[in-house]
C-alpha cells in the first residue's frame, strides 16, 4: 500500500476489535528491528494477543490507530501503565510507557507516528502523570527526540532463557 496525497488520515482510540492489527503491528516492529526468526515471533505474536487483550479489558493498555481513507488502519502505537515503586521525586505507582509504534512502509515520514506520539503525551498529561517512557531503536531515535523525549540509562543483563518460565498472562 502507497499513500496517496488526497488520503486522509484519521486518529482514533484502539480497542479490542483492532487487536489482530495491533498484534501485526508489533511483529511489523519486531521484523523492522532485524528479527527474522518466525517461530518467535509467531510464539510473541500469540503471547503477546493474550497480554494485550487483558490488558485492554482492564485498562492498563491505552492505545491509538491511524486510518487512511480506501486503506485501513495504517499506524499504530500503545501506552502500557505499567507499575512502578514510588521514587523520592515520583509517588506514582503507574506509569506511562510508549511501546509498539508501527507505521506501515507505505505511509511512512506523513506524520503518523508524531500524531500518535502527541496524542500518548497529550493523554497522560491529562490523566495527571509526570512522565512518559520509552525504548527506541535506531530508527525511532529523531521522531522521539523531535518529541521532547531525553535518553536515559539503564542497563540490563540477558538471562538463559527458560521455556517452562511463569508468565504473568
Known amino acids: ?4 496525497s488526497k488520503d486522509r488520515f484519521r486518529l482514533r482510540p484502539a480497542t ?3 487487536l489482530k492489527t495491533l498484534v501485526h503491528q508489533r511483529r511489523g516492529m519486531w521484523e523492522d528491528m532485524g528479527v527474522r526468526d518466525q517461530s518467535a515471533l509467531n510464539r510473541a505474536d500469540t503471547v503477546y494477543e493474550r497480554w494485550a487483550r487483558s ?3 482492564s485498562g492498563d493498555l491505552v492505545g491509538w490507530v491511524i486510518a487512511a481513507s480506501n486503506h485501513g488502519v ?3 502505537g500503545c501506552l502500557w501503565l ?3 515503586q514510588p521514587r523520592p521525586n515520583q509517588s506514582e505507582t503507574v506509569e ?3 511501546f509498539s509504534m508501527f507505521t506501515e512502509p507505505g505511509f511512512r515520514r506523513k506524520g503518523i507516528a508524531s500524531r500518535i506520539l502527541q496524542e500518548a503525551v497529550k493523554w497522560s498529561k491529562k490523566n495527571g502523570y ?3 517512557l520509552l525504548h527506541a531503536n535506531d530508527k525511532g531515535r529523531d521522531l522521539y527526540r523531535k518529541h ?3 535518553r536515559s540509562w539503564e542497563m540490563t543483563r540477558q538471562l538463559k532463557h527458560e521455556r517452562n518460565r511463569r508468565s504473568r498472562v
Open 1 to 4: 500500500m502507497q499513500a496517496r
Open 16 to 18: 479490542l476489535q483492532d
Open 55 to 57: 490488558a485492554i479489558r
Open 74 to 76: 495504517v499506524g499504530g
Open 82 to 84: 505499567r507499575p512502578t
Open 96 to 98: 506511562p510507557y510508549v
Open 130 to 132: 509526570g512522565q512518559i
Open 148 to 150: 521532547g523525549f531525553t
